[in-house]
């Protein structure tokens, strides 16, 4: 078992060449976001068992049926909702909590909401310790938004929906960027889809096929 007990300087080299070789050569642009894959430690997101597989270009089961999702998706997602600072961010699907440390790196505070009580539990642990103040959980459906927070500049879902949650959708800011994973209810294709609200209504785009474990109903 003693290689499970990696060093801190492993799993920073590890780290470090996850954003070169799976964030910088695919694409990702933002240098904001390629700070934030930098400096935040995935390793601990994840079970001391998997901690040797936090690197990997793959997503790794977090317990409960769940999965914390592949570098390369939260980085392209984060990069796609154009975060700074100052945004009003909400995540739907807490999970590990490591999407929600990313856009913790960029935004000064993030509103995420988990219906499974004991994943919501071990996440606020950490991210409390990491980001104290900063980081507002909820445990509940997701679908419903976070009314007293609203309106959001940037709405991250890391569950596949069979349709755009309407709630969500009401909650967008005037320019507000909603990353979602849709799911056809006819076969196994889903495709991760922006949605834009500007003065002439919400715009939908399709950015390219992916693979999320279902959003729930509460
Ligand atoms: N962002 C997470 C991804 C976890 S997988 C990470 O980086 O680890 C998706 C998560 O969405 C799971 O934890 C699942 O329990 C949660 N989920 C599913 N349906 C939900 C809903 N309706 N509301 C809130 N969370 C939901």
Redesign the pocket.
């Known amino acids: 078992m003693s290689e499970l007990r990696l060093s801190e300087e492993t799993l920073t080299v590890r780290r470090l060449a996850m954003v070169e070789h799976q964030i910088i050569r695919r694409g990702v642009r933002d240098e904001r976001v390629i700070e934030a894959m930098r400096k935040v430690p995935r390793h601990l997101?994840l079970s001391e068992t998997m901690r040797e597989s936090a690197y990997d270009d793959s997503p790794q089961p977090?317990g409960?049926g769940?999965?914390?999702?592949q570098p390369y998706i939260?980085a392209s997602m984060t990069e796609q909702a154009r975060i700074s600072k100052r945004s009003r961010v909400l995540?739907?699907?807490?999970?590990?909590?490591?999407?929600t440390a990313v856009l913790a790196e960029i935004a000064e505070h993030v509103h995420s909401?988990?219906?499974?009580p004991d994943?919501a539990t071990r996440s606020a642990a950490l991210l409390k310790e990491l980001y104290p103040g900063r980081i507002h959980l909820r445990v509940g459906?997701?679908?419903e938004g976070w009314l007293d927070a609203a309106p959001f500049d940037a709405i991250i879902v890391?569950?596949a929906a069979e349709q755009i949650p309407s709630k969500l959708l009401n909650q967008m800011a005037m320019n507000g960027r909603m990353i979602i994973p849709v799911r056809s209810v006819t076969s196994d294709n889903q495709e991760l889809v922006l949605a834009r609200r500007t003065e002439a209504g919400v715009s939908c785009e399709t950015l390219y096929q992916v693979r999320f474990?279902p959003?729930?109903?509460?």
């Open positions: 997101f977090i409960f769940q999965t914390i999702s939260v995540e739907v699907g807490t999970g590990s909590g490591y999407q909401v988990e219906l499974i994943l459906d997701g679908q890391t569950a474990v959003l729930k109903s509460g």
